[in-house]
Nanobody, 129 residues
C-alpha cells in the first residue's frame, strides 16, 4: 500500500507560479499511474493533470493546458506539478492520487477520482487577484 504526501502549496498572486510535489512511499512507485486533482469549495473534485505509469502519456485539462505540467521521477518516488500563470480560479485543495497499473496498461492515464486507489491529504493553493 502506498502513502502519498503533498507539499509546496501556498498563497501566490495571479500570474505567479507554484510547484507542488507528491512523495510516495510504501509501494513500487513505478507501478502506479499518477494524477493531480483539485477541489474548490462547493465543487466536485476534478482531474487537472495525469501521467501514465510509463511517464510517456499525459492528460491535461483544458482549463490548465499551457500553464500546468506534470513530471515523475521514479528514482525519487515523486511526481511534480508545476503551475504557471496562475489564476484566481485555480484556487483549490490539490490532491495527489495513485492507481496501481499492470504492465499492459503502462501507457494509460486516468482522470476519474473513482479510478484511483490512494490519495494524499491535499495541499491548499490560493491565488489572489
Amino acid at each position: 500500500q502506498v502513502q502519498l504526501v503533498e507539499s509546496g502549496g501556498g498563497l501566490v498572486q495571479a500570474g505567479g507560479s507554484l510547484r507542488v510535489s507528491c512523495a510516495a512511499s510504501g509501494g513500487t512507485f513505478s507501478n502506479y499511474a499518477m494524477g493531480w486533482f483539485r477541489q474548490a469549495p462547493g465543487k466536485e473534485r476534478e482531474c487537472v493533470i495525469a501521467i501514465s505509469r510509463s511517464g510517456t502519456m499525459t492528460y491535461i485539462a483544458d482549463s490548465v493546458n499551457g500553464r500546468f505540467t506534470i513530471s515523475r521521477d521514479n528514482a525519487k518516488n515523486t511526481v511534480l506539478l508545476r503551475m504557471n500563470s496562475l489564476k484566481p480560479e485555480d484556487t483549490a485543495v490539490y490532491y495527489c492520487a495513485a492507481k496501481p497499473v499492470d504492465t499492459y496498461r503502462r501507457s494509460s492515464y486516468y482522470t476519474k477520482p473513482s479510478e484511483y486507489n490512494y490519495w494524499g491529504q491535499g495541499t491548499q493553493v490560493t491565488v489572489s487577484s
